[in-house]
């Protein structure tokens, strides 16, 4: 039946199946997105993670989920540490359920630490088998600027030996291979560094 000496199509996909599968899948607003902040503590990730929430449950535009990292290693993670297999785990179990969240068509903003190149690509991967988008957002805040911020205080502890295992310190960061936005706090006012992702999700259509 199938004439084995014809010349290939030129595409894989014709024209006219490829228009209607665009049609079948939703515009980006509509389809779930897992948008992933990576950074040093104290590098301002939480706070543009909580400004992007606040600003979109304001605009009533999407259904949002804030993985705050408190809440996730006071009850998803509880009684996880700060080893790399505990990281690992925890980076993991974040990535699972915003993929969940993404899958029905909601929004899951994360801001963990999240410091190994593996554990953030299966973050991605689980968001894609969902069907949802995943955006990485490398907050590359250095270290001298996160360190002199030290909200928390766990720098100078860690410095002065008290802590073991701080990230940037004496545990690694992984600088990530492929973030999909770059964002640098230590000249940046809180608002403007919000203004900026929430423009990133604009001209890339994930919202209005
Ligand atoms: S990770 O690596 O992604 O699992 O970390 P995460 O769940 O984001 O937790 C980071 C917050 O825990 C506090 N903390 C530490 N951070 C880094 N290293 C060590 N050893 C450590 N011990 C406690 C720290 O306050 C982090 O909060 P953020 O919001 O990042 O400043």
Redesign the pocket.
């Known amino acids: 039946l199938l004439d084995r000496g014809a010349p290939l199509p030129e595409w894989h996909t014709p024209p006219a199946v490829a228009r209607e599968m665009a049609k079948a899948r939703p515009p980006r607003r509509q389809r779930g997105l897992v948008l992933f902040f990576t950074g040093l ?2 590098s301002g990730k ?1 706070t543009m993670a909580r400004g992007v929430v606040e600003t979109l449950l304001e605009t009533g535009e999407r259904t949002v989920t804030l993985m705050d ?1 408190d809440v ?2 006071r009850h998803l993670s509880a009684g996880l540490g ?1 080893s790399a297999i505990d ?1 690992d785990i ?2 993991r179990r974040i990535g699972w359920v915003a993929a969940e969240v993404a899958r029905h068509g909601g929004m899951a903003v994360c801001c ?4 190994y190149e593996s554990a953030r690509q299966a973050a991605r991967d689980f968001a894609r088998a969902a069907g949802a988008g995943f955006i990485l957002v490398w907050v590359n805040t250095p270290l001298a600027e996160c360190e002199r911020r030290d909200r ?1 205080g ?1 720098y100078a502890k860690a410095r002065a030996g008290q ?1 073991k ?3 940037g310190i004496d ?1 690694p960061y992984e600088i990530p291979a492929t973030p999909d936005l770059t964002i640098d706090t230590t000249d940046l006012p809180g608002g403007e560094a919000i203004a900026t992702v929430l423009r990133y999700l604009g001209a890339n259509g994930w919202i209005d």
């Not at 963990?112 to 410091?115: E, H, L, Q, W």
Request: no cysteine; charged share 20%.
């Open positions: 503590s104290g939480s990292g996730v290693r700060f990281r925890n980076v963990p630490i999240a410091p928390k766990l802590i295992g701080m990230t545990d």
